[in-house]
């Protein structure tokens, strides 16, 4: 079956990191692009940030650099999404994303994980 | 940054009838990078459309997608109970990528 099955709920307090995972099956690794982008409660989709997995070159959205970062492990088919410095309004459902490109960047989201819920509170 | 807006807010209508939603750009974004998404409550995004007007795999033929330059349109012709959801524009000509904010599409 091809999808992506994200890590499960996170709880954190403010000034922690998060990694959250994104496993993809049914397709081959390398061939997409996996994007990231949060939805906070109630709220519309925000971009994060995007990784080519066959290479490991990244490009995250300016409001998050320095904060996140995206890596790729091509032996599980496996990528992570890594934010630091969390503050409350980080609050969000984070999805992982399959650019449709195929080898390349196209750039519309054809195949979502689950989503992980994140909470950051004291 | 690529602003989009999304009108309207909220969307109110009867099963049969046709949905016509609209998208602005706060600059030009070529209709190859322009795409569609309908989001159910508790689930995670469905790509309706890409390239402004092609249709995403298993879509059907009730939706479709037009438009260039700054304002692009989804229409949804003969609404089904099914349709009934939060649609959001997106683009991805530049970075960042951007969203617009949604258009709750409910039944009358």
């Known amino acids: 079956q091809v999808q992506l099955l994200q890590s499960g709920t996170e709880v954190k307090k403010p000034g922690a990191s998060l990694k959250v995972s994104c496993k993809a099956s049914?397709?081959?690794?390398?061939?997409?692009?996996i994007h990231w982008v949060r939805q906070a409660p109630g709220q519309g989709l925000e971009w994060m940030g995007i990784i080519n997995p066959n290479e490991g070159s990244t490009l995250y959205a300016e409001k998050f650099q320095g904060r996140v970062t995206l890596t790729g492990d091509t032996s599980t088919s496996i990528v992570y999404m890594e934010l630091s410095s969390l503050r409350a309004d980080d609050t969000a459902v984070y999805f992982c994303?399959?650019?449709?490109?195929?080898?390349?960047?196209?750039?519309?989201?054809?195949?979502w994980g689950q989503g992980t819920m994140v909470t950051v509170s004291s | 940054e690529t602003v989009l807006t999304q009108s309207p807010g909220t969307l109110s209508l009867s099963p049969g009838e046709r949905a016509t939603l609209s998208c602005r750009a706060s600059q030009t974004v070529s209709s190859t990078f322009v795409a569609w998404y309908q989001q159910k409550p508790g689930q995670a995004p469905r790509l309706l459309i890409y390239?402004?007007?092609n249709r995403a795999t298993g879509i059907p033929a009730r939706f479709s997608g037009s438009g260039s330059g700054t304002d692009f349109t989804l229409t949804v012709n003969g609404l089904e109970p099914e349709d009934f959801a939060v649609y959001y524009c997106q683009q991805y000509g530049s970075s960042p990528i951007t969203f617009g904010q949604g258009t709750r599409l409910e039944i009358k």
């Open positions: 390239g402004a007007s």
């Open positions: 994303a399959r650019d449709r490109g195929y080898h390349d960047y196209e750039g519309s989201l054809d195949l």
């Open positions: 049914g397709f081959t690794f390398f061939d997409h692009y």
